[in-house]
């Protein structure tokens, strides 16, 4: 499970998901639930938004932007533009 911060017009969501898929250059989320007091109307995160996502078991932070919002499967795709630890970040891709 990831922490997810996205950036929206409304203010910034709070929400936990599930890694599906990642790369160097992309992360694919699946199971996304909104924080207790963070629920926010469908149509909130929308391409485009920036995101801040937090690996809380390997210590990382990713920063990127919401490229794919799939709201019928609960799916949403991510391009990473940095993290606070490129190398740690090449090692949880590999």
């Known amino acids: 499970m990831v922490l ?4 929206t ?10 890694v599906d898929n990642i790369s160097l250059g992309g992360i694919c989320f699946t199971n ?6 963070f629920e926010h109307g469908a149509g909130s995160v929308l391409e485009n938004n920036q ?5 809380h078991s390997s210590q990382i932070t990713v920063f ?8 019928a499967k609960d799916r949403m795709a991510l391009s990473v533009k940095r993290s606070t630890d490129d190398d740690l970040w090449s090692r949880l891709c590999a």
């Open 32 to 37: 996304i639930k909104a924080l207790k007091g």
């Open 64 to 71: 990127g932007t919401v490229m794919r919002v799939d709201c």
């Open 51 to 55: 995101a801040l996502v937090y690996f």
């Open 9 to 18: 017009s409304g203010g910034d969501i709070f929400e936990r998901a599930q």
């Open 4 to 7: 997810l911060q996205i950036g």
